[in-house]
């Protein structure tokens, strides 16, 4: 599998019923957690009061990974996705199998 740099930022229409919301919310953690458990979602991470996450995701190509793994994501209609792709660096201190 490929690593991927993932910078997802959501933003809740206007006049979005709360309830919506918060059943989507709900969804995502549940996704989140199978994406991870898969082998999808490496690692995760928020930045202090912004409405974005930034993570290391794997899949085997860039359609894998939006049509099958990001596009799955309850919220995904609400989000714009950023999508690096990533090779290790020689000089990487975990070495080029660390994710093996």
């Known amino acids: 599998m490929r ?4 910078e997802l930022t959501t933003t809740i ?6 309830a919506e919301v918060d ?3 709900a969804a995502e953690a549940v996704r989140a957690a199978e994406l991870a458990a898969s082998g999808h979602l490496f690692r995760l991470w928020r ?5 974005r ?5 794997l899949a ?3 359609y894998e990974l ?3 793994v990001i596009g799955t ?23 080029p199998d660390a994710l093996a």
């Open 13 to 18: 229409p206007e006049g979005t019923d709360p």
């Open 73 to 95: 994501l309850p919220l995904r209609a609400w989000m714009t996705a950023r999508v690096t792709p990533l090779v290790s660096h020689p000089n990487d201190p975990a070495g």
């Open 47 to 51: 930045p202090v009061g912004e409405p």
């Open 23 to 25: 059943r989507r919310r």
């Open 3 to 6: 690593e991927f740099l993932v």
């Open 66 to 68: 939006h049509e099958k």
């Open 53 to 57: 996450s930034i993570g290391v995701w």
């Open 60 to 62: 085997a190509d860039e």
